[in-house]
């Protein structure tokens, strides 16, 4: 039996699919603080566009993937989930990377100096990019103290897992992100324990989910497992050749 979402969860039930989506993969570095208005994503379609434009991660990226794909709206659900899940629209990642410096490299300080064109060849439309190559989390790896850098950046990827039990929360298997002072890495799947009140959809016992730091925010199909977990591996392979010896 499928428990419900939580009554906290924004995840609205009107509007297009994307608007939906997008609030539900948001939801957790918004409810933590980190992302977008302090007053919620809210729950109608006109208060989560408006909140989503005042991510400053997200929105960019949404807003040249629509441009670079002749979308009219940057929370299609095509655009959407591909930015969070890494799913390939077909878009060069060096036409892409150029597009979001011009954006976002503007306001960027002294602390985000690494926004430079040799970026550039990492560069692709998702968030896995946006973590790993974006946030200055990577840069700070094998400086002495890696243990908070490597949470971080584990926390705010989107890990793909395996619901095992459902009972007054849900129990999930997902790999977590290793360091071992050379290179990133993924785990041995490891078992989690997510509260109720962080579930924002319902799950059964054998379903693949998607989590975003302790939040439960979309069951996954075969297919979009597959987008994930390659766009993970690539995403690795980039960033262990930039942090690597």
């Known amino acids: ?11 609205p039930g009107v509007g297009p699919p994307g608007v939906g989506l997008f609030a539900r993969y948001a939801h957790a570095p918004n409810a933590l603080g980190f992302c977008g208005p302090p007053t919620g994503l809210g729950r109608s379609e006109d208060e989560v566009r408006a909140a989503a434009r005042r991510f400053s991660g997200a929105w960019p990226y949404l807003q040249v993937l629509a441009r670079l794909t002749g979308t009219a709206d940057p929370l299609d659900a095509r655009l959407v989930e591909a930015y969070w899940l890494g799913r390939d629209l077909g878009v060069d990642g060096a036409e892409f990377g150029a597009a979001l410096l011009e954006v976002i490299g503007p306001r960027a300080g002294r602390y985000w100096s690494h926004l430079t064109p040799e970026l550039v060849g990492e560069a692709a439309g998702d968030h896995g990019f946006h973590v790993f190559g974006v946030y200055p989390w990577s840069r700070l790896l094998g400086r002495g103290a890696d243990e908070h850098p490597v949470h971080v950046l584990d926390g705010c990827r989107i890990r793909w897992g395996t619901v095992l039990a459902v009972d007054g929360g849900v129990r999930v298997a997902s790999r977590r992100l290793t360091w071992d002072g050379v290179a ?3 785990g041995d799947p490891a078992v989690e324990h997510v509260a109720a009140t962080h579930v924002q959809v319902p799950v059964d ?6 989590l975003h730091w302790e939040y439960l925010c979309d069951r996954l199909t075969a297919d979009r497992v597959h987008d994930l977990e390659a766009s993970t ?4 392979a980039v960033t262990n050749a930039r942090v690597g010896p």
């Open 205 to 210: 016992v054998g379903d693949a989910v998607a």
């Open 1 to 11: 039996m499928r428990p419900t979402s939580s009554p906290g969860v924004r995840s």
């Open 184 to 186: 990133l890495g993924l």
């Open 233 to 236: 591996v690539r995403r690795l």
